[in-house]
């Protein structure tokens, strides 16, 4: 451009212009790139310490969890393994006593914060076809559990479930198939049942539920299962003769 038309001055004013145009730009910019990118990596920071504070609350609670159910069911299995001396008639008065206190402890104590959460405990009957409410308790008006009559598809289900001695763990019965729940979901929409099993039999259930889906957990399961043990232990100093 100076080639064809010289050096004039009035050219160089406009270009300069330009230029220096261009250049406060390219501050502008990087300055924005930088303050945008110390700012991701801010906002990235703070979503990893409170995914980190979040974890390791969760961890306390647990823990806090745990302790109380280890506590609470402390009693229980010290008087559980005193059946071992006791009469037919005192073990039979100190097996209800146990249940309702494990049904109790369920509502009252491991699950205190789950509103409306209902515990049974199921024992087999006397021609093993069907299952019997020992004991049960919810911390909110709930209705009362019903047995598994004999011949429903409701206790043909429950007697193959003692059969493989599992855990079923159904977070939401409106979107649950067939072969998971059979019920009548009268108050609750999500629930746990474990079996209540040793090495020499089945005797029952244990079943919690509650109203709303999500109410329950996979640690929730764990417990129950832990809990269903423990009631393992009670029915066999029962039942024993």
Do not use: C
């Not at 009693?75 to 097996?95: P, S």
């Amino acid at each position: 451009m100076l080639t064809a038309v010289g050096n004039w001055v009035w050219w160089f004013i406009p270009g300069g212009l330009a230029v220096l145009a261009v250049v406060f730009l390219e501050i502008v910019r990087f300055s924005w790139r930088r303050s945008f990118d110390e700012d991701t990596e801010a906002a990235a920071s703070q979503r990893l310490a409170e995914a980190e504070e979040s974890a390791n609350q969760r961890v306390v609670d647990i823990a806090l969890r745990h302790s109380v159910l280890a506590d609470t069911f402390a009693e229980i299995t010290t008087v559980a393994a005193d059946m071992a001396d006791m009469a037919k008639g005192a073990r039979g008065a100190a097996f209800g006593e146990l249940v309702m206190q494990a049904v109790d402890a369920i509502v009252w104590v491991v699950h205190a914060d789950v509103i409306g959460l209902r515990a049974v405990v199921y024992e087999v009957n006397d021609t093993d076809d069907g299952l019997t409410v020992v004991r049960w308790n919810s911390n909110r008006p709930r209705s009362r559990p019903k047995p598994f009559v004999p011949g429903t598809d409701r206790a043909i289900k429950a007697m193959k479930l003692l059969e493989r001695g599992e855990t079923v763990f159904v977070d939401d019965i409106a979107n649950a198939s067939a072969d998971e729940w059979a019920g009548s979901g009268v108050g609750y929409n999500t629930f746990i049942t474990s079996v209540i099993a040793s090495r020499t039999g089945s005797y029952g259930l244990l079943t919690v539920d509650a109203p709303e889906t999500d109410d329950l957990t996979e640690d929730d399961e764990n417990d129950l299962r832990l809990i269903a043990g423990i009631l393992a232990m009670v029915f066999a100093e029962y039942r024993r003769r």
